[in-house]
């Protein structure tokens, strides 16, 4: 069974930094995508970050580009999120995913296992 934990939301204000950890356990960590989503209230959940199995190739929403980096360690089974010079839009809850399949090319995924999520909120 696929557990995702996510852990290191808060309440920043902008221009802050936060960084997001997400634990797997389950299955072989190392052979699957992993991505980051996010959902602000009254929006449609939509995609942030996406990290190969590798770790050698990522992928990033246009509105994050260059503030966000996704990143993953897999010999502790977790990637993580940072999140630089933080905005107001940037409140929601983030969840982290991972690929179905294994060793997918970045944009090939299919994010069937989710984790519960943890809340960001950006004052202005």
């Known amino acids: 069974q696929v557990q995702l934990v996510e852990s290191g939301g808060g309440l920043v204000q902008a221009g802050g930094s936060l960084r997001l950890s997400c634990a797997a356990s389950g299955r072989i960590f190392s052979s699957h995508n992993m991505g980051w989503f996010r959902q602000a209230p009254g929006k449609e959940r939509e995609f942030v970050a996406a990290i190969t199995w590798s770790g050698g190739s990522t992928d990033y929403a246009n509105s994050v580009r260059g503030r966000f980096t996704i990143s993953r360690d897999n010999g502790a089974n977790t990637v993580y999120l940072q999140m630089n010079s933080l905005k107001p839009e940037d409140t929601a809850v983030y969840y982290c995913?991972?690929?179905?399949?294994?060793?997918?090319?970045?944009?090939?995924?299919?994010?069937?296992?989710w984790g519960r999520g943890t809340q960001v909120t950006v004052s202005s």
């Open positions: 995913a991972e690929d179905r399949k294994s060793y997918s090319r970045i944009g090939l995924e299919e994010y069937v296992y």
